[in-house]
Structure formats: structure tokens, C-alpha cells
């Protein structure tokens, strides 16, 4: 079952603060981020495995609750380069291979 | 170490004609996915090997579509009898054999069936 990203779309000024967040009705395994611009193939962000990890580098760090089935993706001090749409994948249920994607959230970063 | 490569990357076809499209891992990478995405959504899970065994492949793959990956190396996707509905970018991406199965994804080939 596809997990449900929020928001759909969100507007920023470089330097203000976004969070992203995926949604599952199963038990996950693994929630793992990208980005993908227009016309280009996902890009990797990080991966958050069953635990309650948070993970971070640089100015987007996410975490994931493994209670909730939820994870959270967050951006500080947005950047121009940070425009694009966000995917979450998850990984659980009976299927340790597969990637389910969520619908994706566009984020634009307007200077 | 270069990233997953795919090849053709654009492909224009007519209905009913068969295309195959070609993915090279990430060396020493055994895990190799296949996905699907149109306009607005995320990508769609196909099938994925590990090494040379197709280990899953989607319900909605219909048996139009089969994919090989027969040394444990590179994969190929092949698609019979073409349709207007199946236009998309297909995505190929490759992970290595660790508990966390992050997956690096290839540039992707575009098809678009007239």
C-alpha cells in the first residue's frame, strides 16, 4: 500500500524551514528519501531503518517513528538547489526488495 | 566507481512494436531494480533481481513485459506489443547485498508510444 506524503506542495524563501512527512499503514522495514528534479532521476538522500533513528547531513536531516509508521523529512535554511519533488519509499510488510513509493511533495524554493 | 547507466535514454515507437531497454549496475552492486513513473507520481515498483534470480515481480506487470539479467550484471527490460498507456520513464536502480537496501537510481529512458 502506497504510503501518503503531506504536504502535496510547499512554497519557500530561500532560508526558511520546511518539514516533509510520510505516512504508512503497514510495518516498515526502512523509510528511505529523494529528490528528483524535473526530467532527472530520483537522487538518494538517506535512509532511516526500524529503530527510531534520526539521520542527518548538512541541512536536511529526517526521522522515523517506528510506533507511528512515520517518518519526517526536514529542511533548514532552505536553499535554491533544495527545489524539486521529495519521495518517500518505503520498504515492510512481506517484501524486503521493493521501494513503495508516496505520491511526492513539490517543493519550491523561490529567492 | 561510475553510476548506473541505462541505454537507450529516449525511445519513440509506434503501437505494437517491441522495445528493449538495457541497465548497467553499479558494479558489484547484486541487487537491480526496475520501476516505472509517469507524469506526477512516484515511481512504480516492476520487478528486481538479486544476482541473476528475479525474485519479485509487480501484479500489474503484464506478460507483455519480461526482463532477463542473465549473468548478474547488466538487466534488459523488454516490452511486446507496445501501447499507448505504457509511455513513461523507465527507471532502473542498483543497490548493493546490506540489511539497509538503499537504492541508487539510473538516469532513466524515456518511451513514448505513438
Known amino acids: 500500500q502506497q504510503p501518503v506524503q503531506s504536504p502535496q506542495a510547499v512554497i519557500l524563501r530561500e532560508g526558511e524551514d520546511a518539514v516533509i512527512n510520510c505516512s504508512s499503514s503497514?510495518?516498515?522495514?526502512?523509510v528511505h528519501w529523494y529528490r528528483q528534479k524535473h526530467g532527472e532521476a530520483p537522487v538518494f538522500l538517506m535512509i532511516l531503518l526500524k529503530g527510531g533513528e534520526q539521520k542527518g547531513h548538512d541541512k536536511i536531516s529526517a526521522s522515523f517513528n517506528e510506533k507511528k509508521q512515520q517518518s519526517s523529512l526536514y529542511l533548514t535554511a532552505s536553499q535554491l538547489s533544495y527545489s524539486g519533488t521529495y519521495f518517500c519509499?518505503?520498504?515492510?510488510?512481506?517484501?524486503?526488495?521493493?521501494?513503495?513509493f508516496g505520491q511526492g511533495t513539490i517543493l519550491t524554493v523561490h529567492p | 566507481d561510475t553510476g548506473v547507466s541505462q541505454d537507450p535514454r529516449h525511445k519513440i515507437t509506434k503501437r505494437g512494436q517491441n522495445v528493449t531497454f538495457r541497465c548497467d549496475p553499479i558494479?558489484?552492486?547484486?541487487?537491480l531494480y526496475w520501476y516505472r513513473q509517469t507524469l506526477g507520481q512516484g515511481p512504480e515498483f516492476l520487478t528486481y533481481?538479486?544476482?541473476?534470480?528475479?525474485?519479485?515481480k509487480s501484479r500489474l506487470l503484464s506478460d507483455r513485459f519480461s526482463a532477463e539479467r542473465p549473468k548478474g550484471s547488466f538487466s534488459t527490460l523488454e516490452i511486446q506489443r507496445t501501447e499507448q498507456g505504457d509511455s513513461a520513464m523507465y527507471l532502473c536502480?542498483?543497490?548493493?547485498?546490506?540489511?539497509?537496501?538503499?537504492?541508487?537510481f539510473g538516469p532513466g529512458t524515456r518511451l513514448t508510444v505513438t
Open positions: 533481481f538479486q544476482n541473476e534470480a528475479q525474485l519479485e
Open positions: 503497514k510495518a516498515l522495514y526502512s
Open positions: 536502480a542498483s543497490s548493493p547485498f546490506l540489511s539497509s537496501y538503499e537504492q541508487y
Open positions: 519509499g518505503t520498504v515492510g510488510g512481506t517484501s524486503y526488495g521493493k521501494l513503495t
Open positions: 558494479s558489484e552492486h547484486n541487487r
